[in-house]
Structures are given as C-alpha cells and as structure tokens.
C-alpha cells in the first residue's frame, strides 16, 4: 500500500508520515517547504519505503506507480504564514486540492482532506458540532485560510458526489507536540518559547478566549481512523477540554519555571472568542477520544523545545 502526503514535511504531515510507515505503508512525501522542513523527515530518508519529493502541490501532480491513498496536508497554518502567504495559501486549498482530488481520482484512491475548526469562525455556538455551518468573515484577513478550506470541503465533497471518489474530511482542531516550530506564532510554541528564552508572555486580548488542545498522537489515531472508515463528510477530531489562554499561558510559565510577566496585547481582528469540538461523531463512528492528557502533552513538548533551543545555541 502506497500514499502521497502532501505538506508532509510540515509539523502534522511529518508525524503522519512516521504513522504510515509504522503501519506498514510506503509513502510519497510532496512539500515545497515553504512552511515544512527537510529537519522534519530527516530521520526517514534512509527508509526504502519513504521518498521525498519538492513540489508544489498548486502546479499538476504527477506521481507513476500505484497509488492507494492520498492525504492532503499541504497549506500554511498558523496566522503569522497565511497572513504572510494569503495568496499561496488560497492556492493551495483551491488548486491544491483539485490537483490532489485528481491524483486520487486516477489512480482509483482514497482521499483525506484535513481541514480546519476554523471552518466554524468566530462561532456562535460552542461547543462546535460537524452540523454547525460556521460565522465567518470571508474578506477579513483570516479569510484566506478560512475561506481557502471551506472551499476545499466543497471541492472534496463534490468529487466524492460526482466522481464516487472514497474522500474523507478531518476538521483538525488545536493540535500541538513535537516538530512545531519555534517561531510558529500559534499559542503553545510562542508561550514556550518566549519562557525559554526569559522573555515575557504576550497574550492577545485579555485572555479569557478559549481553545481546546490535543496531542498529535491522538489527532493521528483519529485521522488514520477516519481513512480507513466509510464516513465521508466532515468530522471533528480534537480535544474537547476547554481551557482559557491566560490559563494555558499560566501553564506554561509553571512548567518552565518562568519568572517573566504575562503581557497583554490588542485581539487580531476575526480571532475567535470560543474554540472546542463536538466530538460525539467522531466517539461514536470511529470509537476514538483522546487520551494524552495536557500535563504529558506539555512536558513531551517542553522537553523539544528545550532540546531544539540547546542545539541551535550549541558552539557549531
């Protein structure tokens, strides 16, 4: 059995690489590595059955050999890269997609799609079940990235009514774990790292903004359920215990042992005030919760960190 990732180089498409693998498959891996790194999957390039590959995956894909699977990772995530990228980013959900529905389609595969919670927006209910439609500003500057997978949604499920294709939908909620980078600019990896290094917190808004956040080892124990299942419309996978920001950045200092202040800094526009699953669907079709609890996650994750900060400060 043979996949293609695309944006397998980036934080979730490389640790879907490793589970693949572990799994028994060969795997393709497509990044242009805008947003992924070669660092990533340097520990899988002596593996006869991993192959890497720079493409971007907004130009024609075009992979010889059977093909059994393909998942598409490719897209910048977090607001610092699609506000850097809007223009890339929106290629990669609309062109992206259509190239890599159209390499599942010849090749007789199926396809998993990983969107987004931001598919729910600033959201007036919460927490956010699949048959929610969302609140969210297509023009404003996370429009991009929101629009860009609602789209992709659109265009996955399309293909699976016209074409027959076997397509599946994960909408991935806050994740976190090792492989992030440093300079992410989402929550964890900027509370981490900015107690790392003794500098203070910065925390948007006043804090009481809510996110959910769910080890990358139990995302990929739901989307590997979710490929193999008979589910083809959107499905949540992520953690559904709340926590406030100015809690999780509390956390954090606790946990480094931090003496910097906390800072507060104006809400980018759009950000949105509520951010938890409904993971009823999920429970019941694919028996799948998860497990890792935020205390383990956090310690795995400050241990990277600290590990990645120590090399790059190391005399070369």
Avoid at 47 to 74: M, T, Y
Wanted: charged letters at 20%; a neutral charge; aromatic letters at 10%.
């Amino acid at each position: 059995m043979r996949a293609v990732i695309t944006g397998g180089a980036g934080f979730l498409g490389s640790h879907l690489c490793d589970l693949m693998l572990a799994r028994g498959w060969e795997v393709l891996c497509l990044d242009n590595l805008v947003t992924g790194s070669e660092a990533n999957i340097a520990h899988l390039m002596a593996n006869p059955k991993f192959r890497f590959a720079r493409h971007d995956v907004s130009r024609f894909i075009d992979v010889q050999g059977p093909v059994e699977a393909v998942l598409h990772f490719a897209s910048p995530a977090s607001p610092p890269d699609y506000l850097r990228l809007p223009i890339q980013t929106l290629k990669v959900g609309a062109l992206g997609t259509h190239n890599s529905l159209g390499l599942a389609l010849a090749k007789n595969a199926k396809y998993l799609l990983a969107s987004t919670s931001e598919c729910y927006g600033d959201p007036s209910v919460s927490p956010q079940p699949e048959s929610y439609w969302g609140n969210v500003n297509p023009v404003g500057p996370r429009g991009v990235y929101d629009e860009a997978k609602r789209y992709a949604e659109a265009m996955t499920m399309a293909y699976h009514r016209y074409h027959g294709l076997n397509a599946h939908i994960v909408r991935i909620f806050n994740t976190y774990g090792p492989r992030m980078r440093l300079n992410d600019g989402r929550a964890l990896p900027n509370f981490l790292y900015q107690a790392l290094m003794g500098q203070p917190i910065t925390v948007f808004g006043d804090g009481s903004q809510t996110r959910s956040f769910c080890y990358v080892s139990d995302l990929l124990e739901g989307i590997y359920r979710l490929l193999e299942s008979n589910e083809h419309e959107p499905t949540n996978i992520g953690n559904p215990k709340e926590i406030t920001i100015l809690e999780f950045a509390e956390r954090v200092r606790q946990l480094v042992g931090a003496t910097a202040p906390i800072v507060f800094h104006a809400l980018p526009q759009d950000d949105p005030k509520q951010r938890c699953p409904d993971i009823s669907k999920a429970k019941r079709l694919l028996g799948w919760e998860p497990t890792v609890t935020l205390e383990d996650g956090l310690q795995r994750t400050y241990e990277y960190f600290r590990a990645q900060l120590a090399q790059a400060s190391a005399p070369k």
